[in-house]
């Protein structure tokens, strides 16, 4: 029987925090042990703006965690998110020695260090180099390179980045409790772990996890990673759009979202009123549910747009034969998948984490997506034998 490992996914969101206690063993699905969800604060558009907090909300969390898991957290693989984050494609390109003439690990691994020689924003490091495809002598789509005859490896990866300072006052508030970071994640690069199969990535496919103050995209194209980055707009926007726009407290604009809301305009889902009883400080109101949907789509339209010209910019729309996949807190509003399918002109579909065993109620929740994909992420990247390598590297990189 195969070894278990137990591994824990920590997204610190800005409407949420998730902790979620997976057993992984080799090639088989993820089993879930337990989750801790609560109410975030001290958070917005997926940074931490108080360090204090936001560690007691984690905390609470990562209790909640180890009540229903059995399980005695020390370690985290952490989710991030914010607009900071951005990605560009790099190459890195080797010489093999004449008289070795093949190619062996050490080249695989100066490749990766080769692309990473590139310029960064000012305070920006390294998440991730995520490999596209290997060229032995201009051989393309090569998959393991490891021992090919050749003079030349050349290799293309998506780089993905972010504010250092940023990332580490993520990394500190989970330190301050006590526990240790393994490596923090872009949230829509394990996100995609768990939502988009071999399949659709191969196809080409767009995955958006649209939480409550990012929403976090990215692109696959045969396979490899064509695109990747954060908008900071998410649902807490859509909540004070229709705070304002209707005059009522955000408590009870957040319930008008959640409960009644949706993105249709026109026909049934439109029609009729939501009434709001009168509570201590609330003399009550009734909204008509045209115009709650009409400022929840306007938002949700832009997001998605915005999202649409970012991936225009970097031709990652050429090839959606998987189409466009939905994720996250806010793809639970009503007719979403068809506003999406509309703005992107290719089928929509909602979606959460597959291949998942345990609690339904965890896996098939949209918003754990991302604190699920962590644990899958975590056994993608870290077999055995790398794992104090690569413990090591992101030490380095964080200054840990």
Known sequence: MAKEQIVVGLEIGTSKVAAVVGDVRPDQPIHILGVGLTPSRGVRKGEIVDLETAARCVRDALADAEVASDVDIRTVYLGIAGGHIGSFPSRGSVL?????????????????????????????????????QYYVDGQDEVLNPLGFQGSKLEADFQIVHGSQKRINNSIRCVQELGVQVTQPVFNAVAAAQVVLNADQKNAGA?????????????????GAVKACGSVAIGGDHI??????????PMARAEWLKVQEGGVLTVGEPAAGRVVLKPEAGFAGCAVERKLLNTIISCRVRE????IKRELEAEKALRYLGGGVLLTGGCSLLEGIDELAGEVFGVPVRLTHAHAVSGPASAFENPQ?????????YAQATQPESSKKQIGKFFGRLFGR
């Open 96 to 132: 093999i020695p004449e008289d070795r003439g093949e190619v062996t690990y050490e080249d695989i691994q100066q490749v990766q260090e080769d692309a990473r020689k590139v310029q960064l924003p000012p305070d920006h490091c390294f998440i991730h180099s995520v490999l596209q």
């Open 206 to 222: 767009v995955m958006i996890d649209m939480g409550g103050g990012t929403s976090d995209y990215i692109a696959y194209n045969n």
């Open 239 to 248: 909540t004070n759009d229709i705070s304002i726009g209707l005059r009522l």
């Open 303 to 306: 997001t998605l747009e915005l």
């Open 368 to 376: 754990l997506s991302a604190a699920i994909g962590l644990i899958k």
